[in-house]
RNA sequence: GGCGGGGUAGCCAAGCGGUAAGGCAGAGGUUUGCAAAACCUCCAUUGGCGGGUUCGACUCCCGCCCCCGCCUCCA
């Protein structure tokens, strides 16, 4: 089974191979840590997981490599009203990401590098990138890629010559640059950046946003690397600038052999904006109740690059489904009898045996909703007491490898809510009561444990007691 | 305006030149003292609109309408 997928670069579906012929190199721009992450940003780095995770399934090494912005515009700036130190200020910002990046189970990076660790690495790329001609510093100190020094700009995005669109605001400070398209290497100090400058050859500033990305890379993953991933946002003008500055540094005209972008989500019908009201955080949806696994479920049951359209009935139904697949895994794991859930790592090159179909979906271009509907079309037709123990245990695997590959982690057999004595007495009561046969008397206790805030619910030979 | 992604049942959402997966919700049933849960069954003659190609199109082509994203530092 080998993994295919969507190449922005050459807008077909490419097999993926590992250049170096053992480890797939890949690198996802990260999040600029300066506030909590939505789940926007979430769908992306879910995606990238879900996709390292059937490259790994499937039996190849990976190195990811993620970056933290940890330094730019937003966080000097917020950093400076909140009074903290830009080091103390991200450090806290970037504990919260990895806390969300845990609870929607995402595998972490190999390597997860910081703008800020790699100025040097950074510098060094300036110079090499002015030395041959490609940028320029101006009488502030700053510095810019001067595009027109790279025939390939615009390969990525398709544009040759980008026209502002009438009434695009153009920012004061870079008011120097020769043309339009040339970007920020490096920004010269300005007094409202603090403390926060580092020295250069040509002046005190601070790096561009876009050359990090260049920079890490070439530390950790080199000039020719994978595969490069991010929101479909990122493919102009970051990525495109990225390319520029690589391919200008490095000389190879490589760069990353893939690029997976993916699209951005809406939520109910709309744009996520905080004007609207309708950018949620994995904390806010907790706060409605929801769980990072329901969220997770939702984030990957649509293709990548279709708009995914979030709202709380979708959160609903994942619970749903989850519940859905939980009874089903139960069932297959008893008759297998086994109960522990297989081990990410021993499920590597397992048979997705009557899953093939869903494997086979997930692996052609990540159609994760052609997958689901396979899962549940199978798990309706396999009927596990039918089923040998053996038989039954491989099932339980194949399905386990597909639930491992998207992520999910299923909602345990509902656990019981601590009951107060006086629940307990009152829940006792009426057990007797219907055991009796005392219909009036059940219902009325029924009433009164209703009235306490518990819902009691008859099973064959015992009962279940739950708060509302 | 340029480039790109979409318009499929109440909602979410796939495949496919050969006659519409799946999930949620809904309806009916089994079970249950009742209830809940669970399980079973049903649920788009129709795919934004108008043409065309074809034995046959939701799927290909042309035109139009609408939605969404990017267009300089937003995943």
């Known amino acids: 089974m080998s993994l295919t997928l969507f190449d922005t670069m050459s807008r077909t579906a490419r097999e993926l191979r590992p250049l170096d012929g053992s480890t797939y190199r890949f690198y996802a721009c990260g999040p600029t840590v300066y506030g909590p992450a939505h789940i926007g940003n979430f769908r992306t780095f879910v995606l990238q997981d879900l996709f390292r995770r059937l490259l790994e399934l499937g039996g190849t090494r990976t190195k990811h490599v993620r970056n933290l912005t940890d330094v730019d515009d937003k966080t000097i700036r917020v950093s400076q009203e909140t009074g903290q130190s830009l080091t103390d200020f991200t450090r806290h910002w970037t504990q919260l990401f990895h806390a969300d990046c845990a609870a929607l189970h995402c595998l972490p990076p190999h390597v ?37 020094s790279f025939p390939d700009y615009g390969r990525l995005s398709r544009v040759k010559e980008r026209e502002l669109k009438p009434g695009a605001s153009v920012s004061d400070d870079e008011y120097e640059k020769d043309t339009l398209g040339d970007f920020a290497l490096w920004k010269a100090r300005k007094p409202e950046d603090g403390p926060n400058f580092w020295p250069a050859p040509w002046g005190e500033g601070r790096p561009g946003w876009h050359l990090e990305c260049s920079a890490m890379i070439r530390e950790y993953l080199g000039d020719t690397f994978d595969l490069h991933s991010g929101g ?3 493919v102009f003008p970051h990525h495109e600038n990225e390319i520029a500055q690589s391919e200008c540094c490095g000389g190879a005209h490589g760069f990353a052999a893939h690029w997976f972008h993916i699209t951005h989500l809406l939520v109910d ?19 409605k109740g929801y769980s990072p696994e329901e969220v ?19 959160l609903d139904g994942a619970r749903q489904a989850l519940g859905k697949l939980a009874r089903a895994e139960r069932a297959l794991a008893e008759r297998a009898g086994t109960s522990t859930p297989p081990a990410y790592d021993s499920l590597m090159g397992q048979e ?13 271009d990540l159609n994760t909703a052609e997958a689901l509907g396979h899962v549940f079309t199978v798990l309706k037709a396999v009927k596990p007491e039918t089923l040998s123990p053996a038989d039954a245990l491989a099932v339980w695997r194949g399905f386990h490898l597909v639930l491992a590959a998207f992520g999910i982690v299923l909602p345990p057999e509902k ?26 008397e059940a219902d009325r206790l029924r009433g009164e444990l209703d009235a306490l805030g518990w819902t009691m619910k008859d099973g064959r030979e015992n009962y279940s007691l739950s708060l509302k």
């Open 112 to 148: 997860e590098p910081s703008a800020v660790a790699h100025i040097p690495h950074q510098v060094k790329m300036i110079e090499a990138l002015m030395a041959g001609g490609h940028a320029y510093a101006t009488a502030d100190g700053s510095v810019y890629f001067k595009i027109a």
């Open 232 to 234: 479909v946002d990122l």
């Open 269 to 287: 019908g709309k744009k996520m904006s905080k004007s609207l009201g309708n950018l949620y955080t994995l904390a806010d949806l907790a706060a």
């Open 296 to 314: 997770r479920y939702v984030l990957t049951a649509a293709h990548y690059r279709g708009q995914l359209n979030f709202t709380l009935d979708s």
């Open 352 to 364: 997705a045996g009557p899953f093939a179909a869903a494997w086979t979906a997930l692996n052609h």
């Open 415 to 440: 656990a019981e809510d601590a009951v107060p004595a006086q629940v307990q007495a009152v829940a006792e009561a009426r057990w007797a009561a219907r055991t009796g046969k005392d219909w009036a």
